[in-house]
């Protein structure tokens, strides 16, 4: 019983080896008079009731510190910033290349545009008169943008008539969009900034105002987007099918806001395409509108149990989850019985991360090898445990170990979902420059853009000419090209 807790006849002794010194700590503030009453009964009942007080509101501190810190199993993206640890203290690997692997320069310019010569008359130091024939002459390439202005073009269509059809026809234009004033190079340019690089809107803006001297209004530009966007929309399609009918896919998921409430922003990522949707639903429902079909490839996801109502021919869980859970736990529990499981488990699954990089076994000892870990695995996930958190993780060793060692029986699958956090990041970052979005329409936007501004980068296209080439075809055929394909030389 706390003191704060202790009624006004609790009797407390501080010390049990002096008579009469007993002191009554009334329950909730203290009044002046009690108070006093405790002062006048001596020297040791104070230091007694300061010591007391000053007991419990540690524990009480302590209690509070430890309900606010997060759960190991919570989401990274549900903890606050401020919770979570520095990174950079501590790192392992050294930053920057590999000692002995080349560095990476621009390379020379290909082309001189314009050539200055420098020729000084008298010396800069002492202002005597210099030979007009140079010492020595050396030469200096520096590249730069220069002030950018638009290029006007105006367009004088001709059109005649056609006896057949009885009508006027003119030739199309595929400089731009019918209707409209901006260029498909600069309304494409606009567009991968944005939702590409993701630059805000007003960034975009300024640069078009001031540097490149081209007026154009926020509102303006977003409803170039808009249409943009619907004749894109076959090439966000295809994405999808193709996503669908990877032979490995990634999947993850990170909070986003539409008009303020809460919504939930997916990846679904291979080697070759990337497909975002933003969604209200963070479970069964949103995974339902993606997956039509079960999924015939393997699925490489993280521990979020929505996953695993989905149908698949072959699943494959994080395994650098499961360290950083177990480097998370190891910091507040020291417990003999959490310390001897957790070496066990990483023990474990640093045996099945070596076992794949052993190329010298034969294959009948790679099976033999790869069945011990199995029953190593069902081992520990059948094992009874005192610690709490050990508990917890042998029940997501029970439920989800089929999925662990995938990779060892697939060559092509990774042991992590390494590729899926590195394809969500882009949208992350963009989330913190612009926002998330203010209407569904804009969030539809949002999602078609992006999947394809980082499909076109994962296949090694130039964004801007890629796209500027697509609306050119259709303008003339009313037909969207098919979405290029990854070139072979990309690795």
């Not at 302590?62 to 759960?71: C, D, M, V």
Request: glycine share 6%.
């Amino acid at each position: 019983m706390s003191v704060a807790e202790r009624g006004c006849g609790a009797s407390i002794d501080p010390h049990p080896s002096v008579e009469g010194t007993a002191t009554e700590i009334p329950k909730g503030l203290l009044s002046e008079g009690e108070a006093r009453e405790i002062f006048r009964r001596g020297e040791e009942a104070v230091v007694f009731v300061l010591l007391t007080l000053a007991k419990e509101r540690a524990e009480l501190v302590q209690k509070l510190a430890a309900q606010s810190q997060p759960s190991p199993a919570t989401p990274s993206g549900m903890v606050p910033v401020y919770q979570k640890a520095s990174v950079g203290r501590g790192r392992k690997k050294k930053l920057g290349r590999p000692e002995g692997h080349e560095g990476v320069r621009r390379p020379p310019a290909s082309k001189i545009h314009q050539r200055v010569e420098h020729r000084l008359a008298c010396c800069p130091d002492c202002g005597e008169e210099l030979s007009p024939e140079p010492t020595r002459t050396r030469t200096r390439v520096i590249e730069d943008i220069q002030q950018v202005d638009p290029v006007v073009t105006q367009h004088t269509i001709h059109g005649s008539y056609c006896r057949n059809c009885r009508k006027i026809v003119e030739p199309i234009v595929t400089d731009a969009l019918p209707g409209s004033t901006i260029g498909n190079q600069l309304l494409t340019l606009s567009a991968w900034l944005h939702y590409g690089l993701g630059n805000t809107l007003s960034q975009i803006v300024s640069v078009l105002n001031y540097h490149l001297n081209f007026k154009v209004s926020e509102g303006g530009l977003v409803s170039m987007w808009y249409r943009l966007q619907e004749i894109l929309y076959g090439w966000y399609e295809e994405i999808g099918c193709q996503a669908k009918t990877a032979a490995v896919l990634h999947a993850d998921e990170t909070g986003w806001r539409v008009a303020g409430s809460t919504h939930w922003l997916w990846c679904f990522t291979s080697q070759a395409v990337t497909y975002y949707m933003i969604d209200r639903s963070r479970g069964e429902p949103a995974l339902m509108k993606f997956f039509t079909e079960a999924f015939s490839g393997t699925l490489i996801t993280d521990f979020w149990a929505p996953y695993e109502r989905m149908q698949a021919a072959f699943r494959q869980k994080c395994l650098p989850h499961l360290f950083r859970e177990l480097e998370k736990v190891t910091v507040r529990n020291k417990s003999p019985a959490w310390e001897a499981f957790s070496k066990k488990l990483r023990r474990l699954l640093h045996d099945a991360l070596r076992l794949r990089k052993r190329d010298e076994l034969s294959a009948l000892e790679y099976a033999s090898r790869r069945v011990l870990l199995d029953s190593r695995l069902r081992e520990i996930s059948e094992s009874s445990q005192e610690d709490a958190d050990a508990r917890r993780l042998v029940k997501r060793l029970a439920k989800y170990g089929g999925d662990l060692f995938t990779f060892l029986d697939h060559e092509e699958v990774p042991p992590s979902n390494n590729h899926g956090e590195r394809e969500i990041r882009p949208a992350v970052i963009i989330r913190k420059n612009s926002l998330c979005n203010r209407s569904e329409q804009g969030a539809d936007m949002q999602a078609v853009m992006m999947s394809i501004y980082r499909t076109l980068r994962l296949r090694g296209h130039d964004p801007i000419r890629t796209i500027v080439s697509a609306l050119r075809s259709f303008l003339l055929s009313g037909k969207l090209p098919p979405l290029p394909p990854r070139p072979a030389s990309v690795g």
